[in-house]
């Protein structure tokens, strides 16, 4: 095929063409796939295949913001649309590897916490987190309140030197930092620094269980995801849901909710049906993959 055809009028092809034109074009030139993508859209500007289509094409290219912006625009209109859902938790994740930011969330976890918090209404909301790590969930919250200057972002985690505290895989990444001296709490700075956020967060180094001795703020959104363990999590729930407002929400990260109330769920979903489910002062919640979202109703 001739693509020599970038001067014509876009009417001389249809919409279905000209998307045709991209497929066949993006791996040996992105730019113009983008331009014959952008020529389907002046045809069809409603055509989410297309938009999705034009994010991916956007990703690929490092336009990151600029792709979860369109991918924002299609789930606004259609949040049903997996493709789309989990294209952009795609995206989110690659941007957060791209700053050396490592962590634990489904593509579709990624979607949902960017949307929730892109979602809130107070123009300054305040979010505590509980277990930031290498700041994953920190940059996906910061990018997310880009628009809400005035948004107050707590950080919370021990950070430890020796990453006793964290599983593994995290320990594994912490240790062998430390020898090049190079700490975690460098890591998590570091990470927030490349991805531009920095500015954003205020990060606080201590263990959340003394930390709630001496809190006081109410937040729009208090994120459980430090201490995975039946005690660590069902002590952050039981210490900081109180600080949760009327109409605010917590949100619990790897919750499996298998056979709720029994040894088969995880130590998180233990948690939820003690502390968040009937007679509680909670909604019943919204599960996402792992993520589990409660509204604090009274």
């Known amino acids: 095929m001739n693509f020599r055809i970038s001067t014509m009028p876009v009417e001389e092809y249809s919409a279905a063409e000209w998307a045709n034109f991209s497929t066949q074009v993006q791996d040996e030139n992105l730019f113009l796939a983008m331009k014959y993508l952008k020529y389907a859209l002046l ?6 295949s297309y938009q ?16 979860i912006e369109i991918f924002c625009k299609i789930l606004d209109e259609d949040s049903e649309d997996r493709r789309s859902y989990k294209a952009m938790g795609e995206t989110l994740l690659i941007q957060a590897n791209q700053t050396g930011t490592i962590g634990w969330f489904s593509f579709f976890e990624a979607t949902f916490l960017y949307r929730l918090i892109k979602g ?48 593994d895989k995290t320990r594994d990444v912490v240790r062998n930092k430390a020898k090049e001296g190079i700490s975690f709490f460098d890591m998590f700075s570091n990470n927030m620094k490349k991805a531009g956020v920095d500015y954003q967060l205020i990060p606080i180094k201590s263990y959340t269980t003394d930390l709630a001795k001496i809190w006081t703020e109410k937040a729009d ?24 407002k009327v109409g605010g929400q917590i949100l619990l990260h ?25 007679n509680s002062k909670f909604s019943s919640g919204t599960l996402v993959d792992s993520l589990y979202l409660a509204e604090r109703l009274r």
């Open 43 to 48: 045809l069809k500007p409603n055509n989410m």
């Open 52 to 67: 999705r289509k034009l994010a991916i094409l956007l990703a690929r290219m490092s336009r990151m913001e600029e792709a």
């Open 120 to 167: 809130m209404d107070n123009p300054a909301p305040v979010i505590v987190e509980l277990g930031s790590c290498f700041g994953l969930s920190s940059m996906i919250i910061a990018k997310a309140l880009s628009d809400k200057p005035d948004a107050t972002i707590y950080c919370i985690d021990a950070w430890e030197g020796d990453g006793s505290s964290v599983f």
């Open 221 to 244: 959104l208090i994120f459980v995801d430090a201490d995975h363990s039946y005690t660590g999590v069902r002590n952050d729930v039981r210490d900081w849901k109180k600080f949760v």
């Open 254 to 278: 790897d919750v499996a909710l298998k056979c709720a109330g029994s040894s088969e769920d995880s130590a998180p979903g233990r948690v939820v049906n003690e502390l968040l489910g009937a």
